[in-house]
């Protein structure tokens, strides 16, 4: 795993989090984290989180 450098990454990071999850609560826990990089991201680039997390699930 990569060394996270920013709050892009960290996003990106714990989306795949919350995608892979073992439990609910660990699910809750990586969304949680996800909603306060987001938050000092601008829309621009939480969007491209979205999709770049949306294009490794279907090149999978």
């Not at 809750?28 to 999709?51: D, G, I, M, P, Q």
């Amino acid at each position: 795993m990569s060394k996270i450098e920013n709050n892009y990454q960290a996003l990106v990071g714990a989306l795949k989090l919350a995608i892979d999850a073992p439990s609910d609560e660990h699910q809750l826990r990586a969304v949680a984290l996800a909603e306060e990089f987001a938050a000092t991201l601008s829309e621009f680039e939480v969007e491209r989180a979205k999709r770049e997390i949306e294009k490794e699930i279907n090149d999978a």
